[in-house]
């Protein structure tokens, strides 16, 4: 790792080889296996100690060997305490999260080397150090108190990282970050979609992107990189692109596509040749739906007149095509399940139609896209405690599939559909939700919340005269808007009365007026029937800024209400003690 590591712009070639920090280098590229994993994903890792070990996503319905720690009196190097922000960790907890770390979350994403101690990550890089500590303790039940504690000095740290002298632990702890993210705290901006950016440009800077040619960004005349190199920075960039695209997609924003990030044409293709396929599966899966939200982008989707619509319906179905070419390539259980959540990214434009939504057929497909991506979440809950260490795209393929299927259980039971397919996938989906959740303000647990109100709505996806609202109100956030359509749609119902119960009377929170006082007439409104007389103010409030949130255009949703996104998922205030995660 001496050269390529020291390509990555480090002081010197001598102190780069004591602090370089190498990914397991990955083989050449292998045939895709007909069905099911390589038979050395089930092999035993050698103990007591840390093995060299690289997981393909084939393994991940395979049960995994303990990875053991050489108790202190049998190790040369004695694991050391550690302490941030006034929290110590002691040694064998320390060691017990490297542990779970390492059979538990480094499958998802195996670019640690399992032979380094935790001695030796701290001394490479302590922000790597402690992103791992932060990822492991999200299921560590022996010291519940370090997720929270820790979190926020692990973000900071990670703020801090753009100065580091050792960039490739930086862009690892990065991705550690990106991959399992900390719940929002709602004192403070979500950094996570900054992140996400600063680690693609940090990779960038140091060449990470073109691996022929990295040799060419050191600071230092050196060699340049061996093939076993290049692949190590290959299967770096490949999960930097996957995390970033990842990262946009989530938060509703257009991401650069894989060839905008390359010099010449081809660049891709040679990638691909160099890593995994499973990887290779990601990227063309992500780069899909990057190209898929660039092309409907173009044709507008603010306002659909019925002509941009018949062409919108052309571009998905174009789309389309292209992910039933990569079925006939991959066909493991993970891949089948990043299929299927790209599949559901792309059918999810078709919510921005009106007029032609149930004539072109996209319902069921739609319906069938969400279940499956469902189904995958199910089987991994088969292994007790997985779900609570999934990444963020599975997590969000959760979600999205929960409100697709709640949209079209409340919108379109009038169309021949599988209802009661729907209907126990989406109940499936919140019960998976609950095993998600590692926290009770983390985006998990706040799902199951809307998700159960909004299915017990009356109002949700309503006019105020009791038919159906089919347009999306939110237009502006691309494959997110389904999922912040339904939060409005919960806020219209429940947040004016939140606010009024958490705040003192009058006082107005994150810029938004307090609730104006309520006409004596407005006592008979029907919402508030069955409320107790001290919170018929409220309630009467809240009925007007329905019916007016109903008036409201899209744009004002995107500008004013969501402008930091997921606003009902960052702001703990709006739940209630009598929520499912209290």
């Not at 002298?165 to 550690?176: A, S």
């Not at 990295?214 to 999960?239: C, G, V, Y």
């Not at 160099?274 to 092309?295: F, Y």
């Not at 609730?515 to 029937?529: G, K």
Request: proline share 7%; charged share 20%.
């Amino acid at each position: 790792m001496l050269t390529a590591a020291a390509e990555m712009g480090v002081h010197s070639a001598s102190s780069e080889l004591a602090l370089s920090l190498p990914i397991p280098p990955a083989p050449a590229l292998p045939t895709p296996p007909a069905s099911g994993p390589s038979p050395s994903c089930a092999a035993a890792l050698p103990v007591p100690s840390y093995a060299q070990q690289l997981l393909s996503s084939a393994c991940l319905e395979e049960p995994l060997a303990q990875v053991d720690i050489e108790p202190d009196n049998r190790r040369p190097d004695p694991t050391v305490p550690r302490t941030l922000n006034n929290v110590t960790v002691e040694a064998a907890e320390i060691d017990d999260l490297f542990q779970v770390f390492f059979r538990e979350y480094s499958q998802f994403l195996p670019i640690l080397d399992i032979g380094l101690t935790p001695n030796a990550y701290y001394t490479h890089s302590p922000f790597l150090f402690w992103a791992v500590i932060g990822v492991a303790c999200r299921s560590y039940p022996k010291n519940p108190t370090l997720l929270t504690a820790l979190s926020r000095g692990i973000v900071e740290m990670a703020l801090l990282s753009a100065l580091s002298t050792t960039p490739w632990h930086t862009v690892q702890g990065l991705l550690l970050l990106l991959t399992w993210p900390f719940a929002k705290d709602k004192t403070r901006s979500d950094v996570m979609f900054t992140l996400s950016g600063m680690m693609l440009h940090i990779a960038m800077q140091n060449g990470t992107h073109i691996p022929t040619s990295s040799h060419e960004f050191s600071r230092f005349k050196t060699s340049a990189p061996s093939e076993a190199d290049m692949i190590r920075r290959s299967e770096l960039w490949a999960h930097c692109v996957i995390a970033y695209q990842n990262s946009c997609i989530v938060k509703g924003q257009l991401a650069r596509t894989l060839n905008d990030m390359h010099q010449e044409l081809g660049q891709s293709h040679r990638l691909f040749q160099r890593i995994a396929p499973g990887l290779v599966l990601k990227l063309k899966c992500l780069d899909l739906v990057t190209r898929c939200s660039a092309a409907v982008v173009e044709i507008g989707l603010r306002n659909l007149s019925l002509e941009q619509e018949r062409s919108l319906d052309i571009i998905l179905r174009t789309y389309e095509s292209q992910i039933t070419d990569l079925e006939s390539q991959f066909t493991s259980a993970v891949d089948r399940f990043h299929i299927a959540l790209c599949r559901l990214s792309i059918l999810a434009f078709h919510f921005y139609k009106t007029e032609t939504l149930s004539s072109t057929g996209s319902l069921p497909r739609l319906l069938a896209a969400a279940c499956r991506v469902i189904d995958f979440v199910q089987s991994l809950g088969q292994t007790p405690g997985r779900l609570a260490t999934t990444p963020l795209q599975i997590n969000f393929g959760l979600l999205l599939a929960s409100v697709s299927l709640l949209r079209i259980l409340k919108l379109y039971t009038a169309c021949d559909l599988d209802l009661e397919r729907a209907r126990t996938s989406f109940f499936a989906g919140i019960n998976l939700a609950k095993e998600m959740s590692v926290q009770q303000n983390d985006t998990a647990a706040k799902a199951v919340f809307i998700l159960n109100q909004l299915w017990n709505s009356t109002k949700a996806y309503r006019k105020p005269d009791g038919s159906a609202y089919t347009s999306l109100r939110v237009r502006g956030r691309l494959v997110l808007s389904p999922v912040l359509d339904a939060i409005w749609w919960w806020r219209d119902e429940n947040e004016p009365q939140y606010r009024i119960m958490y705040l003192p009377q009058g006082e107005a929170a994150d810029g938004i007026p307090p609730i104006p006082e309520t006409h004596p007439a407005q006592a008979d409104d029907p919402m508030i029937s069955g409320a107790e007389n001290n919170h018929n103010h409220s309630s009467a409030a809240a009925s007007t800024m329905v019916n007016s949130a109903e008036r409201q255009d899209s744009a004002r949703a995107d500008d004013y209400f969501l402008a930091d996104f997921e606003w009902a998922l960052c702001e703990d205030e709006f739940f209630l003690p009598t929520g499912p995660y209290t």
